[in-house]
């Protein structure tokens, strides 16, 4: 089911970006019509700027007007099995439920799977913010 998937993020890697770390990645994210954007690593000589491939992927379908996702795919160039780091985590979070499947490329024509819940079973949504006092701006420090 995410073999067609995998494919592009395979492909989109060859796009990418990265000449200080050599460490491409290709992200492509299914939504929930089954269209599918892609992204790449665009790294910076200041390399806090760096744009991780999943983000640009997500970025990319927000932007198209999707809200909902059914699936995610990760390659690596270095095909190590690259997962999806802390940060990109979080951002899918926001968006997916726990059950997104996430394929991760081993490489060697494995496929390893995962769910979003698996790899960030807790995680800071909207709900975190409405618990806090003064979410709803009358804070007073
Ligand atoms: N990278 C991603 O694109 N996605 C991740 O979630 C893991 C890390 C990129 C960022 C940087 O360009 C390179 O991989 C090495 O960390
Ligand atoms: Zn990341």
């Given at each position: 089911?995410?073999?067609?998937?995998?494919?592009?993020?395979?492909?989109?890697?060859?796009?990418?970006?990265?000449?200080?770390?050599?460490?491409?990645?290709?992200?492509?994210?299914?939504?929930?019509?089954?269209?599918?954007?892609?992204?790449?690593?665009?790294?910076?000589?200041?390399?806090?700027?760096?744009?991780?491939?999943?983000?640009?992927?997500?970025?990319r379908a927000?932007?198209?007007?999707?809200?909902?996702?059914d699936?995610?795919?990760?390659?690596?160039?270095?095909?190590?099995?690259?997962?999806?780091?802390?940060?990109?985590?979080q951002?899918?979070?926001?968006?997916?439920?726990?059950?997104?499947?996430?394929?991760?490329?081993?490489?060697?024509?494995?496929?390893?799977?995962?769910?979003?819940?698996?790899l960030?079973?807790?995680?800071?949504?909207?709900?975190?913010?409405?618990?806090?006092?003064?979410?709803?701006?009358?804070?007073?420090?």
């Amino acid at each position: 089911m995410t073999d067609d998937l995998v494919d592009r993020a395979r492909t989109a890697l060859d796009s990418a970006y990265a000449p200080y770390s050599g460490y491409p990645v290709g992200a492509a994210l299914r939504t929930a019509d089954g269209t599918v954007f892609t992204g790449c690593n665009v790294e910076n000589a200041n390399y806090s700027n760096s744009l991780h491939a999943e983000e640009v992927a997500l970025g990319r379908a927000i932007t198209a007007g999707h809200r909902e996702f059914d699936a995610l795919a990760v390659a690596s160039g270095a095909r190590d099995g690259v997962t999806p780091c802390g940060m990109c985590r979080q951002s899918l979070a926001e968006f997916c439920d726990d059950g997104l499947p996430i394929a991760c490329d081993e490489g060697d024509g494995d496929v390893t799977e995962y769910t979003l819940g698996e790899l960030l079973p807790t995680t800071i949504g909207a709900d975190t913010l409405s618990a806090a006092d003064g979410a709803d701006g009358a804070n007073e420090s």
